[in-house]
Each structure stands twice: as C-alpha cells, then as structure tokens.
C-alpha cells in the first residue's frame, strides 16, 4: 500500500511530540508535517490501567496544541512501559536506567501507546491505544554495562530503546515493532484514512 496515495488527502498535519523517533515513523505515512512539542501536564495514576493513563495522556497532548492550531489534524502519543501492574517511565540518570534494565532482565512486560488524533475545526477526535508484549532475555550487570554504553535511554520509556541494540537484551516480541518505538504504524494508518476527502478518496 502507497502512503503518498493512501493519505493524501490529510488536512494540514502536526505531529504534537518532539520524538525523534516518532518523527522517523509518521514519515513512513505522512511525507509532510509539522512538529510542535506539547508542554501538557501528564497523569502517572496507575489506577487508571496502563491503555487509559496512555489515551489519557495522549489527548491532552494533542488538545493542548490543536488549541493553536485548529485547521490542522494534531497527533499525539504516549508510550509507557507496564510491569507487575505499574507503569515505568523514563529513568531520570545512568543509575535509574541501570536498575530498570535489571527489573525486566528475564521478564515479560506490556508496551503501550495511546494515541490521540484531533481536528478541532472538523469537530473530529480518534483515540486508541496499542499493546506489544516484550519478552528480555535474562542477563548480568557486563550486559547492562554493555547496553548503557551503546544507547542513550535517558529519554526511553523503560531505560531502552528496542531498535538501538536490541539484540543485546530482547529475546521476544508479540505485536508491533514500531509501537514499542513510539507510533503503532498499522492501527494509526487506519486511522487517518478516516480524514480522507470523500469526493477524492477514489
């Protein structure tokens, strides 16, 4: 399927998250857009379960920028690492990241994104989460020290970054690859066929 042709027809596109990685896999959608880092207050209620803090997330992200932009169609994203019922976001320094990778050394943890998709002009709103489970091998601290080397987790979700080394430390996946990236590709193109022109979508 060709996303030149497939979503041609968008409404002016902002992407409301200044991830880099983000940025690399709406590209594979979306040839133009424009980026504006949401400033939202996020929630960190566990009680919520981990695919509505994630939704949650997401739509104040998106609402706290469409509110400048309302003719263009703002995305925005959360991703959160879930275990043993608890959400694990990004380590704060080395140490943290350090201690997050020999939590789930060995272990299966859920990786989910909320995604929120606004038109404010359209009166328009899509919100929907995905789930990737991940399983890590089990490793020691020279595996740790291996990684933490060669990535930059500081601003990952969970102290790593799947697409970085990977192979270092993950034995298994089930479900998207580009979700536990940051942007679950497949559900999301779904999505924005809904905002094609009807007179144009052929």
Same mark, same amino acid.
């Given at each position: 399927?060709?996303?030149?042709?497939?979503?041609?027809?968008?409404?002016?596109?902002?992407?409301?998250?200044?991830?880099?990685?983000?940025?690399e896999?709406?590209?594979?959608?979306?040839?133009?857009?424009?980026?504006?880092?949401?400033?939202?207050n996020?929630?960190?209620?566990?009680?919520?379960?981990?695919?509505?803090?994630?939704?949650?997330?997401? @739509?104040? %992200?998106? /609402?706290?920028?469409?509110?400048?932009?309302?003719? $263009?169609? #703002?995305?925005?994203?959360?991703? +959160? *690492?879930?275990?043993?019922?608890?959400?694990?976001?990004?380590?704060?320094?080395?140490? @943290?990241? %350090?201690v /997050?990778?020999?939590?789930?050394?060995?272990?299966? $943890?859920? #990786?989910?994104?909320?995604?929120? +998709? *606004?038109?404010?002009?359209?009166?328009?709103?899509?919100?929907?989460?995905?789930?990737?489970?991940? %399983?890590f091998?089990?490793?020691?601290?020279?595996?740790?020290?291996?990684?933490?080397?060669?990535?930059?987790? +500081?601003?990952?979700?969970?102290?790593?970054?799947?697409?970085?080394?990977?192979?270092?430390?993950?034995?298994?996946?089930?479900?998207?690859?580009?979700?536990?990236?940051?942007?679950?590709?497949?559900p999301?193109r779904?999505?924005?066929?809904?905002?094609?022109?009807?007179?144009?979508?052929g």
């Open positions: 399927m060709d996303s030149a042709t497939t979503l041609l027809y968008l409404p002016p596109f902002i992407l409301a998250s200044g991830s880099p990685r983000r940025v896999l709406l590209r594979q959608l979306i040839p133009e857009f424009g980026v504006v880092r949401s400033d939202a996020e929630l960190h209620d566990a009680s919520l379960g981990v695919r509505r803090l994630c939704e949650v997330n997401a @739509e104040r %992200k998106a /609402l706290q920028v469409s509110g400048r932009y309302p003719e $263009h169609l #703002v995305l925005g994203a959360d991703t +959160l *690492v879930w275990l043993d019922g608890e959400p694990i976001g990004k380590p704060a320094d080395a140490h @943290e990241a %350090k /997050l990778l020999e939590k789930l050394s060995g272990r299966v $943890h859920e #990786v989910v994104t909320g995604v929120c +998709l *606004v038109h404010e002009s359209g009166r328009r709103m899509r919100l929907f989460s995905e789930s990737t489970r991940v %399983k091998r089990g490793f020691g601290e020279d595996v740790v020290t291996e990684y933490l080397s060669k990535v930059d987790t +500081l601003d990952k979700a969970g102290g790593y970054a799947i697409q970085e080394h990977g192979d270092l430390i993950v034995e298994q996946i089930e479900g998207s690859m580009s979700n536990v990236i940051g942007l679950p590709l497949e999301l779904n999505a924005l066929e809904q905002w094609r022109r009807p007179n144009q979508a």
